[in-house]
Each structure stands twice: as structure tokens, then as C-alpha cells.
């Protein structure tokens, strides 16, 4: 098969994937493991939907904002159809009637805030179409109140840098960058409950019983609060500001001010968002000894020294120097003890170095390859200059998901499909890089 006649499979393959997930108003991540609307998914899986029907990649993102509770907050789970036999169900997370809340029924969490620069892609490749313009009116002031909230209602020391309350808010739950901060809590009274998430998926792919065990706690801290934001700043027992996290907001910051630029919208306080990260990123992330960019633990006052693929977002933001660009491609990227192939793994990027104690190449955000974070990688390695290293990771992830198919990630040895199957965003940003490789 040419490489023609396999991208165009893997299009069609795409396709199908996003058709086999549609319910309507809004697409699963999976037909199995997750019934629901989750928040970034939502996003690229509306990235994949515009190559085919422009209303559709709409209906997606106004379903996610359908959502947004009054404080601004987008949550991280939508339950547009009620209770599934997904965990937690939506009465679990006691989010219902809050006077800051939303009209649908959601979790108490919000997601990366990707969705103001995949509304951006759409709109430049559908820029004078009445439908995109009216559109981006409608969708700007939403995803401006987002912003907002996480430059406000989490910030806990004047910086902007938003505060996550629990590692599901980072989009990579089980990563190992979080476990150190979860071993430091100790959960009590934890409510009853049973997992789900292994019904499809085999054990050894998921979080581990101790991690899920403070998930849940951690959700209990929050119902007790009334998911009041002064109240979670001031007692949590997670709180973190995460590297990757604060570089796709940054990254949206800039497009949402763009998109602003596009309709005439005031938009001092954006530009003030951009200053303010600009300004304190680095004192807050950037670990000049070891050349890395690293979470932080504000409630221990320290860095979480872990490397994991996070390190690489602030390309994407291109918020690195030509001079910590530099150290991250050559000393990490390029390094086959963490992250280039070498006699351990045939693909990047694994999405937890490989020099770490607790990389697994099976188990979540523990060690497998994901499109997502690929993709940001990609992205960034592009707009920083690496272009030969761009094209190499296209090339391989294009071959993982012709070869794999659409799976939710893979194992960065041999490439072995993992998680759910047929997987919606995946399917999205499968989409995406191949736009990259025409």
C-alpha cells in the first residue's frame, strides 16, 4: 500500500470512528469505556469533525459550553444523558443546584483548556463563512470567562498560574509526576464506591487501587465544599501548578486574543493574562539544573521532580529560550535513556521518561505513547525550529495509527494498540496530522 492509499484509510478509518461515537449533540470519547462529553476530547474530537461538517464540529463545542457553570468553570465531564454504568456517575459528584454552577449536569473539575486554539485552527480554515463568524461571536465571550476563572478564581499567589485540585484536572491522571503528592495524603471517611474503568481494559493499563483510592477522597474534599473556590484554594490537600497545563493556556490566551483581534473585542485583560505568564513561567517551572521544566507542589513549596513529556509543552507555548529549547531536545528528547527510540522502545514520545522508577510502557500516563501529547510535541518542535524532528514524529505517529488503528494510546516498545478502542480523539487529531502530511 502507497502512502497515499494508507492515509487515505486511515482517514476513512477516522471517520468511522468519529460516526461510531456520535450521539447527536455530542461525541464519547469511546463506545465503551467512556459514555460520556469530556472537555478536551471534545475539542479535538470537534478539530476532527470541521474536515467533514462544519455544523457538527460546532454542535460539539457548543454541547462542552452548554455546560459552563456560572463562575465560568468548563467542567471536565458532562453527563448530557444522565447516569451510565461509567464511575463516578454525575449524583456522585454533588455538583446539582450549586448557585455557581451549570445547567447540566457535570463533574466539579475542569480539563487543559485547549478549546480556544482548536476553535482558532477551525475558524482560519473557515474564516468569511456567515456560519464560522457568527459562530466565533457566540463561543468568544464563553471561553473568555473560562480563562478568566483560571487566571482568577485558581490563582493562589499572584502569579495567574492556575491551581488543579486533582490530578484528573491535569488530563494525564495517573501520571507519575502525581504520585508523590498523592502518597503525601492520607484519605479518611472515603465514600463507597466501585470502579469501572477496568471493565474494558486490562489492570495492568490502569491506575493503580492505592492512586484511585485518593481520587475519590479527593472528590469528597471538593463535595464538602460546595466546590467553592475560596474554600478549595485555602484547605486542599492537592494543589498543584502543572507545567503542561499552564502552557496550553498560554498557548489559548494568545489564540483566544487573536480570535478577539477578529471580531473587535476588547482585550486588555487577555494581553494581561500573556504578560503576567510570560513574566513568572520560568521562576515557577524551569529547574536549571537539570534542564527541565517541573510541576509544582504549592503546598509543599517545591518542585515535583519528575520527568515526564510535560517538560516539552512550553514549546508548543513557545514560551522556552533558543537556549532551554536547546537543552530540552538535546539532552531529553534525544536521549534514548529517556525519550528516543532506542534498544528499550521503537516510538515517541513516551509520555513518562524512561529513566523514571515508575515508568510503565503499559500502564496510562505511567510510560505509553499518546496522540495528544504528540501532537503538542509536534507542534512545538515545528515552531522552535526542529523541523527534521517534526517530520519524524508525523511519520511515526502517522504509522502508529495505521498500523495500531485508533486507539486511546499505545506502547512506546513496539507500538501495541492500548485502552479503548475506537477512540474519538484520537480519530480528531489523527485527522489533524494528516492535514500536516499533505
Not at 485540585?165 to 466501585?194: C, F, K, M, Q
Not at 503542561?244 to 473585542?265: K, N, P, Q, V
Amino acid at each position: 500500500m502507497t502512502s497515499l492509499e494508507s492515509h487515505a484509510a486511515l482517514r476513512a478509518m477516522a471517520l468511522r470512528t468519529l460516526q461510531r461515537n456520535d450521539r447527536g449533540v455530542f461525541t464519547t470519547p469511546s463506545p465503551y469505556q467512556y459514555p460520556h462529553q469530556w472537555n478536551w476530547d471534545a475539542a479535538f474530537i470537534a478539530l476532527g469533525w470541521a474536515q467533514f461538517d462544519l455544523t457538527r464540529a460546532h454542535t460539539e463545542i457548543r454541547s462542552l459550553l452548554s455546560a459552563q457553570w456560572h463562575s465560568g468553570m468548563v467542567p471536565h465531564i458532562i453527563y448530557h444523558e444522565g447516569a451510565s454504568d461509567y464511575f463516578p456517575p454525575p449524583e456522585f459528584w454533588q455538583t446539582r443546584g450549586l448557585p455557581h454552577g451549570g445547567a447540566v449536569l457535570s463533574s466539579g473539575l475542569t480539563q487543559p483548556p485547549v478549546l480556544a486554539s482548536i476553535v482558532r485552527r477551525i475558524h482560519e480554515q473557515f474564516r468569511g463563512k456567515p456560519v464560522q463568524d457568527s459562530f466565533l461571536r457566540e463561543v468568544f465571550p464563553k471561553i473568555r470567562a473560562w480563562h478568566q476563572w483560571l487566571h482568577t478564581a485558581r490563582d493562589i499567589d499572584g502569579t495567574g498560574l492556575p491551581c488543579l485540585i486533582h490530578p484528573w484536572e491535569s488530563g494525564t491522571d495517573n501520571s507519575p509526576r502525581w504520585l508523590a503528592v498523592l502518597d503525601a495524603i492520607t484519605p479518611y471517611d472515603v465514600p463507597a464506591y466501585t470502579r469501572r474503568d477496568m471493565t474494558h481494559v486490562q489492570p495492568d493499563q490502569r491506575p493503580r487501587t492505592r492512586d484511585y483510592e485518593r481520587f475519590v477522597f479527593l472528590i469528597d474534599r471538593g463535595r464538602r465544599v460546595q466546590w467553592q473556590d475560596a474554600s478549595l484554594l485555602q484547605t486542599h490537600p492537592f494543589l498543584v501548578q502543572d507545567v503542561m497545563f499552564c502552557s496550553i493556556l498560554h498557548r489559548a490566551d494568545r489564540d483566544l486574543c487573536a480570535l478577539g483581534g477578529e471580531i473587535g473585542a476588547d482585550t486588555t485583560d487577555i494581553e494581561r493574562w500573556i504578560a503576567r505568564t510570560e513574566e513568572v513561567f520560568d521562576r515557577r517551572f524551569w529547574n536549571q539544573a537539570q534542564g527541565l521544566y517541573l510541576d509544582y507542589d504549592v503546598r509543599a513549596g517545591a518542585y515535583i521532580p519528575v520527568n515526564t513529556c510535560a517538560t516539552f509543552a512550553p514549546l508548543y507555548a513557545e514560551l522556552a529560550s533558543p537556549a532551554q529549547t536547546q537543552r530540552l531536545v538535546h539532552e531529553h528528547y534525544n536521549n534514548p535513556r529517556e525519550y528516543a527510540p532506542g534498544e528499550d522502545t521503537k516510538y515517541r514520545v513516551p509520555s513518562t521518561s524512561k529513566s523514571e522508577p515508575a515508568y510503565a510502557p503499559r500502564r496510562y500516563w505511567c510510560g505509553p505513547v499518546w496522540m495528544m501529547t504528540n501532537w503538542l510535541t509536534l507542534y512545538g518542535l515545528k515552531e522552535n525550529g526542529f523541523a527534521a524532528l517534526a517530520d519524524e514524529l508525523l511519520d511515526q505517529s502517522l504509522r502508529l495509527l495505521e498500523t495500531q488503528g485508533i486507539r486511546e494510546y499505545y506502547d512506546p516498545r513496539d507500538g501495541t494498540g492500548l485502552g479503548g478502542t475506537e477512540f474519538a480523539w484520537t480519530a480528531g487529531l489523527a485527522l489533524d496530522l494528516l492535514n500536516l502530511a499533505l
